[in-house]
Nanobody, 125 residues
Framework: QVQLVESGGGLVQAGDSLRLSCAPS????????MAWFRQAPGNEREFVAG????????YSTDSVKGRFTISRDTAKNTVYLQMNSLKPEDTAVYYC??????????????????WGQGTQVTVSS
């Protein structure tokens, strides 16, 4: 069974940092682009950041540019989201996703084939 397992969420104060991790099991996803999405209560799931299969290409949504960084360790088959200068509006469940059979990330939910269960990030003011 293929799974994406997220970890690293929690409750922090505004201005703090967190690092989320995503470790696949059941397959390696070495030829797959991967991404982080988030979903706040009452909102649709939205793209946060994506990384190519090699890790060389990344991009993120405007609201997190300069604060969040996505990366991947191909040797460990793990994807990270480093989140700095967190704001209350970053509060959401964060999901890791993998795009089968594509080296480059998309920004739409339907671009991705595998999803984790999510990890809660709560930022207090």
């Amino acid at each position: 069974q293929v799974q994406l397992v997220e970890s690293g969420g929690g409750l922090v104060q505004a201005g703090d940092s967190l690092r989320l991790s995503c470790a696949p099991s059941g397959r390696t996803f070495r030829r797959s682009a991967m991404a982080w999405f988030r979903q706040a209560p009452g909102n649709e799931r939205e793209f946060v950041a994506g990384v190519s299969s090699s890790g060389a290409f990344t991009y993120s949504t405007d609201s997190v540019k300069g604060r969040f960084t996505i990366s991947r360790d191909t040797a460990k088959n793990t994807v990270y989201l480093q989140m700095n200068s967190l704001k209350p509006e970053d509060t959401a469940v964060y999901y890791c996703s993998a795009r089968a059979n594509s080296d480059f990330p998309g920004s739409r939910v339907r671009d991705y084939d595998y999803w984790g269960q999510g990890t809660q990030v709560t930022v207090s003011s």
